[in-house]
């Protein structure tokens, strides 16, 4: 055991209480400062999350607000989870800080690309969705409108709509690092995942079904990158296994014979 596990090991419970009341204080600040920082912005991000829907309103058609507070509390809203979004890195790297000292050192090399690779792939998924499933999403709803119905979406429910849609891609985008860590961890083998595309393939439509509107558009936007993700996920978890089995062939040629 090295030293700095067990000087955390022996680190008294109240001590852990605290250490972990510091950094979730410095998350609360992190996440208002960013706010506060951003509120001045509050409607100009709202118009720029809403602009993929207000491209598709028919001509002369706008956005409703049908809440009396809505015109404030929507963009309020917004800009609150867009500072918690932006301040993943930060966010994440508390919770880092705080769980590193108990960790070994082979698993703190492998947790901090991981951790970069997360954000990263959550920010990617945010990304796809609003430039790629959006515009699609939007001109299909907009071309199926019957006759004789204005189409003028309220922007409360239009928020709830797409946060929900953001976090789904990114929820979905985290595929590969899921199956690299069954891989690493030695949970399943990459043969097993292999084995387990046809399955896969069908969980990734279901979840597009259940996550995304009932239209097979975005159903498939959502499904075909998590099927990518998947595989990308399985290719470095194969990589993992290669790099694996020599280490282990050493380890097992250190071992003295057993005497019959």
Same mark, same amino acid.
Request: net charge negative.
């Given at each position: 055991m090295s030293h700095s596990q067990h000087t955390d090991n022996s680190m008294p419970l109240i001590a852990h209480l605290t250490e972990l009341r510091t950094r979730l204080l410095r998350i609360v600040v992190t996440v208002l400062v960013v706010f506060a920082a951003l509120f001045y912005f509050s409607q100009d991000?709202?118009?720029l999350v809403a602009a993929p829907l207000r491209a598709y309103l /028919? #001509? +002369?058609?706008t956005m409703i607000a049908t809440g009396v507070a809505s015109p404030f509390l929507t963009p309020f809203k917004l800009t609150m989870v867009v500072a918690l979004f932006l301040s993943m890195p930060i966010i994440?790297?508390?919770?880092?800080?705080?769980?590193?000292?108990?960790?070994y050192k082979h698993e703190k090399r492998i947790a901090v690309p991981l951790m970069v690779c997360s954000v990263a792939l959550?920010?990617?998924?945010?990304?796809?969705a609003y430039f790629v499933v959006f515009p699609i999403m939007f001109g299909f709803f907009a071309s199926v409108t /019957? #006759? +004789?119905?204005?189409?003028m979406t309220d922007i409360g429910q239009y928020l709830d709509f797409v946060l929900t849609l953001f976090f789904a891609f990114g929820v979905a985008f985290q595929i590969p690092i899921a199956t690299f860590l069954l891989a690493?961890?030695?949970?399943?083998?990459?043969?097993?995942?292999?084995?387990?595309?046809?399955?896969?393939?069908?969980?990734?439509?279901?979840?597009?079904?259940?996550?995304?509107p009932p239209d097979v558009f975005s159903q498939t936007?959502?499904?075909?990158?998590?099927?990518?993700?998947?595989?990308?996920?399985?290719?470095?978890?194969?990589?993992?296994?290669k790099k694996r089995r020599p280490e282990?062939?050493?380890?097992?040629?250190q071992q003295p014979p057993v005497q019959p």
């Open positions: 991000i709202y118009a /028919p #001509e +002369g058609a994440l790297y508390q919770i880092w800080s705080f769980i590193a000292p108990g960790l959550f920010y990617a998924g945010m990304a796809f /019957p #006759e +004789g119905v204005e189409m690493w961890i030695g949970i399943v083998d990459v043969t097993t995942l292999r084995k387990s595309r046809p399955y896969v393939i069908v969980g990734c439509f279901l979840v597009g079904m259940l996550l995304t936007l959502l499904a075909l990158p998590m099927w990518f993700l998947y595989e990308i996920g399985v290719i470095f978890g194969g990589l993992v296994e282990d062939a050493s380890s097992d040629e």
